[in-house]
C-alpha cells in the first residue's frame, strides 16, 4: 500500500491563508506560521471594532445632540431628562440628524420639550 502524500492539501491550506493575508507587510503574507498568527489577530480585531463602531457612533450622536441642544440654552443631560420625563422616546441617532438637517425643527423640538 502506497504511503498518503499531503503537499497538495498543504500547498492549498497555505494558499488559501495567503490570499486571507495578501496586502499584509512582512513574513505576514507569505510565511504560514506568521501569516496564520496574523490572520486570528486580525479576525479578533474585526470582532472587537465591529461593537466598538457601534459605541463611537452612539457618542458622535450624543456629541452633535449635546452641541444643538447648548444652543438652545439646555446640557444634554438635563435635555434627555425632560424627555424621559415627558415619555418622548426618539433615538439618539434620529435626535442627531435632525440637528444635522433640521436644525429649526430641532429648535422648535427643544423649545417644546423644555416647557
Not at 25 to 52: C, E, H, M, P, S
Not at 92 to 113: G, I, Y
Amino acid at each position: 500500500m502506497p504511503r498518503v502524500k499531503r503537499g497538495v492539501t498543504t500547498k492549498a491550506r497555505h494558499k488559501r491563508l495567503f490570499a486571507k493575508t495578501k496586502g499584509m507587510r512582512a513574513g505576514r503574507k507569505n510565511q504560514v506560521k506568521l501569516a496564520r498568527q496574523a490572520f486570528l489577530k486580525a479576525g479578533t480585531n474585526a470582532y472587537i471594532d465591529r461593537r466598538r463602531k457601534k459605541r463611537d457612533f452612539r457618542s458622535s450622536w450624543i456629541i452633535s445632540i449635546n452641541a444643538a441642544c447648548r444652543e438652545e440654552g439646555i446640557s444634554y443631560s438635563q435635555f434627555i431628562k425632560k424627555m424621559a420625563d415627558k415619555k418622548i422616546e426618539l433615538d439618539r441617532k434620529v435626535l442627531s440628524e435632525m440637528a444635522k438637517n433640521h436644525p429649526t425643527e430641532f429648535s422648535s423640538f427643544v423649545k417644546e420639550v423644555v416647557k
